[in-house]
């Protein structure tokens, strides 16, 4: 092997050290700046989420003084009006609200409009009968076996024992595999009726419009604010398309049912026996205490919903419940 002459060796030496000194600079940047990408980085996602969750307090800050502007409006109407209809302010739509980067709208919903799932059952836990053969007459109407009340009433009563053939306790619900027993409890939203022996799926679907879950036993269904189709469920008689007919024209009208007792004086109602014209009578009424605000406020191109649930109490109007959700962006 031929060795180089010391002289050329020793100036090959300290090239090589530049060499690799350059090398480890050049490696000490690229990491220097792998480093402040990532630092970088980390802080815009920071800011990002500082930024989401500042506009999400802003949202439910928008969000609740709409809903104080729904109590306000239901406060003054308890003042100015004895009954409760469709014609009144607080049944119109919030008008679009224009604030910084975005908007707000809304609107009430008389939630006396609907059948209480939680009125089947009184304040001493009895069945209420009255209120059950309207359920089932209900039923009957949307071709769904009117026996499924059984197990609607089982799902609220304290016992475990059923109280008829279409009847479900937790013997039922676990013989069928489910993860879920019967509560015995007051419903706490309609949704909960889904899990309920017979009403998954269509027949839910079915019942959602018309139906609620108050906090109280004893509420009674407003027939100004009501539908056709609850309506038509007062006799067998009823058609619900002339029901609807008749609804319409009278609020095109303005005119509204003064009590109970007057709603047989319209047509097609008129056309009912006298002797079956009291039945449902201690369900129904022409005031309201339940109502919901559904509140949507629109962002930087998020849109979050507010539904909250009021009850108006003599000049006053508390919120007993909030369901908060933030939808995806919109594209």
Known sequence: MTRLPDRIASKQIPSQQKGVALL????????????AASILKHQQANLDETRMLLRQDQALLYAQSAEYFFSELLVQDAKDNKTDNLNENWAKPFPVFPVEDGFVSGDLTDENSKFNLNALLSKDGTVNPTARAFFEAML?????????????????????????AMGAENSYYQGVQQDYLAPNQMFTSIEQLQLVRGFAGEPYQKLKPYITALPQHETKININTTSAFVLSCLNEQLNPLAVASTLQQMRENMQTFENFSSIWQAAPFSAVEEGQRNQFADLFDVKSSFF??????????RQRSLRSWLYRYDSTVQTYQRSWLVLPHQQ
């Not at 480890?24 to 480093?35: C, E, G, H, Q, Y």
């Open 24 to 35: 480890t600079i050049l490696i000490m940047v690229v990491l220097a700046t792998i480093l």
């Open 140 to 164: 009957q109407r949307l071709n769904l076996d009117p026996n499924l009340v059984e197990a609607v009433i089982d799902w609220q009563d304290a016992d475990d024992e059923t109280i008829g």
């Open 292 to 301: 919901t605000a559904n509140i949507t406020v629109n962002l930087s191109e």
